[in-house]
């Protein structure tokens, strides 16, 4: 029953429900990418497509999905319809407090976004990509 607890902590967390840490930018603070891609609006109520950790650099990782994503996942469309947005939100790994052997998020460094738009981004099989680390556009 322990081991079941502190799983759903790690998992509520990791989608950032018990730990809301990303930053809200207000329209004057919404910057693109160099590739154009931008935070799109609502992305923390997207569904969640799968968690996942990385020992190697410590991070906590869930991947989200918007509705059309999450269609196409469902329908086991592919390739993925124009429209399709993913979201890898990061956070540091942090030993929990509560829960001996548990992680928990800490501080979120870094979120990146996939946007399907065959036309835009057809130099790259379709997809545009966007990474923000600490709020702010990235390579």
């Known amino acids: 029953m322990r081991r079941y607890a502190s799983t759903v902590v790690v998992?509520?967390?990791?989608?950032?429900?018990?730990?809301?840490?990303?930053?809200?930018?207000?329209?004057?603070?919404?910057?693109?990418?160099?590739?154009?891609?931008?935070?799109?609006?609502?992305y923390r109520n997207w569904q969640v497509v799968a968690p996942s950790q990385r020992d190697d650099n410590d991070e906590i990782r869930v991947i989200l999905g918007n509705n059309i994503a999450m269609k196409a996942f469902r329908a086991n469309t592919l390739p993925f319809p124009d429209g399709t947005i993913l979201a890898k939100l990061a956070w540091k790994r942090v030993a929990s407090p509560e829960f001996p052997k548990t992680f928990i998020p800490?501080?979120?460094?870094?979120?990146?976004?996939?946007?399907?738009?065959?036309?835009?981004?057809?130099?790259?099989?379709?997809?545009?990509?966007?990474?923000?680390?600490?709020?702010?556009p990235a390579d």
């Open 11 to 42: 998992l509520l967390a990791a989608a950032g429900i018990l730990f809301p840490s990303f930053p809200v930018a207000t329209a004057a603070e919404i910057v693109a990418a160099p590739t154009g891609v931008t935070v799109p609006k609502g």
């Open 106 to 136: 800490g501080v979120a460094p870094r979120i990146e976004f996939m946007v399907k738009d065959s036309k835009k981004y057809a130099a790259t099989g379709g997809w545009g990509f966007g990474r923000f680390i600490d709020g702010k």
